[in-house]
């Protein structure tokens, strides 16, 4: 009876241990238009609040500026999930589990486009600077192969790039007269002139990091992700994988331009079509109906 109740004693303290579990929630976004890191980190708090209260699992909010900083925490196992930018998933080639993508608008990839606030089309841009949101190593591919199709060079087109924290950076950078063009979310150009469509951006992802999480701990936490809508840069979230964050990914490679060959149609020519001309005989045409018959 003493060893039952031992055991009993035991698996009730495992439990209440497995109760108490932390999980963190890490937030790299910097192309969500959030207005200021201040905001991009309350949000990432208030899902993890959600996530405590709705999931039962104490989660606690983190916020990362850079990339590199991210990617320590990551390999320190330091954050358990996080909300990543869709074009550092896409830089990444999409490495970890999607479980959710933020919808903004009602759109989980909303249209970009270049801006700018001091010309009347893209060929005007040439020579000037280009703002961005800095995200990882290739963001050149993703301007030059995503953004313009390959048919435009970032290096070669613009002066230089200035590169910002985060999308607001970006486009104050712009507004300020610090560069001249940016790339952005449509709604997000208010009071510039867009000269160029380039297409969707998949929104953030919320992702799964580290593998072995218990499969029952990911799911109360992916409904309770799901159920979150805050109404602010980020509207709500919806049930996604990976497939529009590895697409973004194929986009960011570079264009390869081939002639299309075609296999002629042979026209068959009989010998004397090639070797006697056809007759011509001149005649009159006909002129009586082009005439008008005058009334009386």
């Known amino acids: 009876?003493?060893?039952?109740?031992?055991?009993?004693?035991?698996?009730?303290?495992?439990?209440?241990?497995?109760?108490?579990?932390?999980?963190?929630?890490a937030i790299f976004a910097p192309n969500t238009a959030f207005a200021s890191g201040s905001e991009r980190f309350s949000y990432v708090n208030r899902l993890a609040q959600h996530?405590?209260?709705?999931?039962?699992?104490k989660a606690e909010g983190k916020a990362f500026a850079r990339a590199g900083d991210l990617e320590a925490a990551i390999k320190a196992k330091q954050v358990d999930f996080a909300i990543?930018?869709?074009?550092?998933l896409a830089e990444r080639g999409a490495p970890y589990p999607v479980l959710a993508v933020a919808t903004t608008g009602?759109?989980?990839a909303p249209k970009w486009a270049l801006f700018t606030s001091a010309g009347t089309d893209a060929k005007g841009l040439q020579g000037k600077r280009l703002a961005m949101a800095r995200v990882g190593s290739r963001d050149d591919d993703f301007l030059s192969n995503a953004l313009f199709d390959?048919?435009?060079?970032?290096?070669?087109?613009?002066?230089?790039?200035?590169?910002?924290p985060d999308l607001a950076g970006a486009l104050a950078t712009v507004n300020l007269k610090k560069a001249e063009a940016v790339f952005a979310p449509e709604s997000e150009g208010k009071g510039l002139k867009n000269v160029f469509e380039a297409g969707r951006i998949p929104n953030p992802a919320f992702c799964d990091l580290q593998t072995g999480t218990p499969s029952d701990v990911v799911a109360k936490i992916r409904s309770a992700v799901l159920a979150y809508s805050a109404g602010s840069a980020l509207e709500g979230w919806k049930a996604s994988d990976s497939g529009a964050y590895r697409a973004l990914s194929s986009r960011m490679s570079a264009r390869v331009r081939r002639p299309i060959m075609a296999e002629p149609v042979v026209v068959k020519l009989e010998d004397l079509d090639v070797l006697l001309p056809p007759q011509l005989e001149p005649a009159q045409p006909d002129l009586r109906a082009l005439f008008l018959v005058p009334t009386p």
Do not use: P
């Open 1 to 25: 009876m003493n060893r039952l109740i031992l055991a009993a004693l035991a698996l009730s303290a495992t439990a209440a241990h497995a109760d108490e579990r932390k999980i963190n929630i």
């Open 51 to 57: 996530v405590t209260s709705v999931a039962g699992i």
């Open 84 to 88: 990543l930018d869709g074009v550092y």
């Open 106 to 108: 009602g759109e989980t």
């Open 150 to 164: 390959g048919e435009v060079q970032v290096k070669k087109f613009f002066a230089s790039r200035v590169d910002a």
